[in-house]
């Protein structure tokens, strides 16, 4: 038999390699020694929801009753304690639904590992206004609270209202609150529109709002506006729509102007106003200056317009005379005419 040829000795190799790493990845690797559990001397967690039944039992997101004025509603909550050690809640309710409910126990204690359900009472008052009432059914067990939605649905003619109030406009953003009015839950939509002096800046559809507004509730919220001009004058308005007619508008205006030039042109306008006031009172008091009769000796007494001994003031001044270049006034003097004799009317010699 004829020894083998370098190619075969390659080949062999290249196949000895690949049965080798097949193996290593096909033998199993040595078990990891497990990790202890951690030892928790509390409880390491718990929940309170409303109790379900059967296979939908915990799915309720919220405790939902419906009754007429005067009636007691009944529903349960369960707390679930998946600890290893006991716990301790206190139960209340809050807000105006929450007013209502009264517990078989305000404080449950849970074994660990251990689901309790607790029974609940709802009275709606004899006087309640027909329409939705909502509030929370509120778990503490002193490091934590856990709150449950309960809604309630009182028998009668419900009225949806609602209304926009209190819009503004601060920079790029708009402000505005929702007050519903009626008696009913409601689920607001909002449209928005901002008009200049050269149209339309702003059009937004009617969108849903991300929250239920309960009977008699008033909530605050903004709207963002990134590309609000910079020069213009704008009003923006609002529109507020809700399942069951009710609907409202409002606005607001506003005037933006640069900061910067603004102030820039201030200063000037100012700093002009001062440099016309400061050259006005130069040429007042340079006026002023020159009016001022030139001062007199004491005792020496002269008056203007009285001629000298010896002198008769002609008739009108002649044109092109006037004051002198001393400031005094002239007078002309002419000679004395000599009377002729008198002749008497109607004599002749």
């Not at 040829?5 to 080798?20: E, N």
């Not at 990845?25 to 409303?50: E, Q």
């Not at 607001?188 to 509730?217: C, N, Q």
């Not at 529109?239 to 607001?252: K, L, M, S, Y």
């Amino acid at each position: 038999m004829s020894p083998p040829t370098p190619r075969l000795r390659r080949a062999l190799l290249v196949l000895t390699t690949a049965l080798a790493a097949l193996l290593c990845a096909l033998a199993p690797l040595p078990a990891a020694p497990a990790a202890a559990a951690p030892d928790r001397d509390g409880p390491a967690g718990w929940t309170a929801r409303p109790a379900g039944g059967g296979a939908d039992r915990d799915a309720r997101p919220y405790v939902y009753l419906e009754g007429t004025p005067g009636t007691a509603l009944q529903d349960r909550l369960a707390v679930t304690n998946s600890g290893r050690a006991p716990l301790t809640v206190r139960l209340r309710g809050d807000g105006r639904a929450g007013a209502w409910i009264g517990f078989a126990a305000d404080t449950v204690t849970v074994p660990a590992r251990t689901r309790a359900e607790v029974p609940l009472a709802l009275t709606v008052p004899a006087d309640a206004v027909p329409g939705d009432a909502s509030g929370e059914v509120v778990a503490d067990d002193g490091d934590e609270e856990i709150r449950v939605p309960v809604r309630v649905r009182i028998g009668g003619p419900t009225l949806a209202a609602l209304t926009v109030e209190d819009v503004e406009i601060s920079g790029d953003t708009i402000r505005y609150a929702l007050v519903n009015r009626g008696n009913a839950m409601l689920e607001p939509r909002l449209a928005v529109r901002a008009d200049g002096m050269f149209g339309t800046l702003l059009d937004r559809p009617e969108r849903p709002l991300p929250l239920e507004l309960a009977p008699g509730r008033r909530v605050e919220r903004t709207e963002p506006w990134p590309d609000a001009p910079a020069l213009d004058a704008v009003t923006v308005r609002l529109r507020v729509t809700a399942p069951g007619g009710a609907r409202d508008e409002a606005e607001a205006s506003a005037t933006y102007l640069p900061v910067a030039p603004v102030v820039g042109g201030g200063l000037l306008v100012l700093g002009g106003l001062a440099l016309l006031g400061y050259g006005a009172y130069r040429r007042r008091r340079a006026r002023r200056g020159d009016s001022e009769p030139p001062a007199t000796e004491t005792g020496d007494t002269e008056t203007r317009g009285v001629e000298p001994p010896g002198t008769e003031t002609g008739g009108a001044e002649p044109p092109g005379a006037g004051p002198a270049d001393d400031g005094q006034p002239t007078t002309e003097t002419r000679p004395l005419v000599k009377a002729g004799p008198l002749v008497k009317a109607g004599a002749e010699s």
